[in-house]
T-cell receptor, first 113, second 110 residues
Framework: NAGVTQTPKFQVLKTGQSMTLQCAQD?????MYWYRQDPGMGLRLIYY???????DKGEVPNGYNVSRLNKREFSLRLESAAPSQTSVYFC????????????FGPGTRLLVL | QQPVQSPQAVILREGEDAVINCSSS?????VHWYRQKHGEAPVFLMI???GGEQKGHDKISASFNEKKQQSSLYLTASQLSYSGTYFC???????????WGAGTKLIIKP
């Protein structure tokens, strides 16, 4: 049982480049989330998917797009990276959205130059 | 809207107790507590629900004062393994989305 996995672990981009962060879970969870974590600011929700086939904006969705590829996989895309998107990105999953435990992946550290 | 956590940091000796607080300016439906060690992912500790229900670990206790819109996490007889940054996530609008505090860094010394 790997839990929640994320790829890549580290990435350096130049301003304007695009990339996709991948996330997969093997716990048969219905809900998945993308967060970013910046120093001193805690976690901020970018997008979430309550169930397969649905996605909704979170607190800071601008500059990002997501795809819930299937029940296991939830990807986050940066179409044109900006230095303000330098952060640590965490994917998480939960059985449902109704006040359930969230299980986090190991994170992707992204640096945009 | 971000909840306020206090203290920002605390240093303890092994065996001492600590209280971490999380306060909101809005009414809360639930409060979630997680611990994150440096360079690792956050790990679930506890959920406190409006009405008094709790879900979480037996060795960690917490309170949720709905009227004061705040929650406290109690760490007793602290162990070295308790070190890390503690985050509260608050549900404010009954939409299950969590707004997270900035964290409380806990350092336990032997």
């Amino acid at each position: 049982n790997a839990g929640v996995t994320q790829t890549p672990k580290f990435q350096v981009l130049k301003t304007g480049q695009s990339m996709t962060l991948q996330c997969a879970q093997d716990m048969n969870h219905n809900s998945m989330y993308w967060y970013r974590q910046d120093p001193g600011m805690g976690l901020r929700l970018i997008y979430y998917s309550a169930s397969e086939g649905t996605t909704d904006k979170g607190e800071v969705p601008n500059g990002y797009n997501v795809s819930r590829l299937n029940k296991r996989e939830f990807s986050l895309r940066l179409e044109s990276a900006a230095p303000s998107q330098t952060s640590v990105y965490f994917c998480a999953s939960s059985q449902g959205t109704e006040r359930e435990t969230q299980y986090f992946g190991p994170g992707t550290r992204l640096l945009v130059l | 809207q971000q909840p306020v956590q206090s203290p920002q940091a605390v240093i303890l000796r092994e065996g001492e107790d600590a209280v971490i607080n999380c306060s909101s300016s809005k009414a809360l439906y639930s409060v979630h507590w997680y611990r994150q060690k440096h360079g690792e992912a956050p790990v679930f500790l506890m959920i406190l629900l409006k009405g008094g229900e709790q879900k979480g670990h037996d060795k960690i206790s917490a309170s949720f004062n709905e009227k004061k819109q705040q929650s406290s996490l109690y760490l007793t007889a602290s162990q070295l393994s308790y070190s890390g940054t503690y985050f509260c996530g608050t549900e404010m609008d009954s939409n299950y989305q969590l707004i997270w505090g900035a964290g409380t860094k806990l350092i336990i010394k032997p």
